[in-house]
Structures are given as structure tokens and as C-alpha cells.
């Protein structure tokens, strides 16, 4: 195999990965497949011998083709809204390969899409290279021409649009949304530590997703009579994740995550594990659970009254 067969090889095991990212960031099959053939073109042109993490650099690279699609797209106001819908909603054609198929499946809704194209191109691409790939800030900073710090603001900024605009309710909510949410959360938490199986089931949507980054599947285990629950890192449906929960979030309690009503445990008042809740029509659509320490010391955490 010669050194050009070596590379495209390599190349193509993130391909996928490249795709998805392209995707979130563009809503649009098209571009993102013409961001990933840009990367692979300005890959064959670079010497990357002293690139020790090539899958980082081919999403930063990715990461830049698409800020420049952004920014040229909002220069040339195509849509008189201001709003570049995704192509599923604008009714364009299905995904047609596995890997398309996957982008969609893999939680990008469609109306998260919308919600990004309102965001600046900065804002949007710190959010999606950090939130949803966990690229370091440190990482993103050069592809948005700022410092880390100001990298970390545009990220911020845009999570507090998004959860101010979703359907999951967050900094935009009306005051009814807010106090219905906080019932929700507080529902959960109280079956949870009653161990009360109907009860979970009740404020569970059917098709509900609990995802645990690796320090939380990691940790949970030693931490389950404090509240953390005993985790995989992906499970879905009402039933399993009552399973999970039932009885096991004793030391949780709600608080306010980065302005967004949330749970946390936090023994001696510094949080160890912080739980993220999607909520529509009532009932938790989505849990995410965190305890990365990284993740945990950028979020803003505000402990709430029983």
C-alpha cells in the first residue's frame, strides 16, 4: 500500500464522523458532503507527519470549511427569514445512505436544526464542535479567529438561545412552562427516590433517551446509594430507564444548570454529577447525565429548594 492508499484509508474511517459534524452544522446533505471532500482535498495537500491526533484535525479542518459555508451563506441572505431549513424540513429528498440515515438517528431532531440556524456562524460552530463532539476550547478557539475564553462565551451563548427556544424549555420559557417543568423534574425525582416504578412511568415519555458520559458510567457504581444511578452509556425506553432510576437518586436535587432547570448531586455543595432533563408535553423526553469534572467546572450551577 503506498503512502496515498495509506491516507485515504485512514481518512475514510472518519468519514462518517466528518459527515455528521458537517451536518449539524450545515442542515444540508449536499454541503456537508461537499465539506468532507474539501477536508479530504486539503488533507492530500497538507504534510501531517507531525499530526498526533488526525481525527481532531480533519473536524477542525471540517469544522472551518463549514464557518466559511455559514458566513457566506448569511452574506448572501438567501432566505428572506434569515433561516436555512434543514433539508428534511424543508421536504427535501430522505437520506439516502447508512451514514445519513445515522446523522438523523443519532438525536440531531429537526427542530434542533432549525433552532441552530439562528445562531451567529461562531456561535454556531463553537456549540456544535464543543456540546455535541466535545472538542476542548482550547481546539475551537483558532477556527473562530478568538481566545479560548471568548470561544467558551460564543459556546455559552448559543446553549442559552437553544435551550431558550427548544421545545425542552429553558431561559425562554413563559412562567406556566416553567413552573409545569419544575413539576415535572420534581415528579421524577420523588418516584425515583420512592422507588415508585408507575410513577417514573408516568412522567416518562415512552421513547425516552437517558445518555451518561464515561465519568458518570464510570463512577456510578461507587456512587449509586448517593444518587447516581447505575448507568450504561445509552439507554432507551420509559421501562429501562425507570429500571435505572427506581430508587437510586436519593441525593439528587434540583437546581438551575447553566439557567435551565436541572438536578444535581453535590455532596458538601460542589457537584459531582449533574442531570440534564428534555421535557415536552409534560413528560422527559431526554436525561443527560454528567460528571465529567471538565464539563462540570464550566457549568454554572445554582442549587434550588426542594
Known sequence: MDENEFLADRFEAHRAHL????????????????AVQEAWLRLSRSDTSEVANLGGW??????????????????RREDPRGVHLPDEVAGGRDPATPEQQAVLADSVGQALLVVLDTLEPAERLAFVLHDMFAVPYDEIAPVVGRSTAAARQLASRARRRVQGTSPAGGAGTTEGDAARRREVVDAFLTAARGG????????????????????????????????????????RGASAVADTFSGR???????????VLAATYAPGGTPRVVFGFAVEDGRI??????????????????????
Do not use: F, N, W
Not at 465519568?215 to 439507554?235: D, M, Q, Y
Not at 436525561?287 to 442549587?303: G, Q
Open 58 to 75: 480533519l473536524t477542525t479542518v471540517v469544522g472551518r470549511v463549514c464557518l466559511d459555508v455559514l458566513r457566506s451563506r448569511k452574506s
Open 19 to 34: 459527515r455528521a459534524v458537517a451536518y449539524r452544522m450545515l442542515g444540508s446533505h449536499a454541503e456537508a458532503e461537499d
Open 285 to 306: 423526553v431526554g436525561i443527560d447525565v454528567i460528571a465529567d469534572p471538565a464539563r462540570l467546572a464550566e457549568l454554572d450551577v445554582e442549587p434550588l429548594e426542594p
Open 249 to 259: 437518586a436519593r441525593g439528587a436535587q434540583p437546581a438551575l444548570v447553566d439557567g
Open 196 to 235: 415508585d416504578l408507575d410513577a417514573l412511568l408516568a412522567v416518562l415519555d415512552p421513547d425516552v433517551v437517558l445518555r451518561a458520559d464515561p465519568a458518570a458510567v464510570e463512577t456510578a457504581g461507587a456512587s449509586r446509594a448517593h444518587g447516581a444511578p447505575l448507568l450504561a452509556g445509552e439507554i
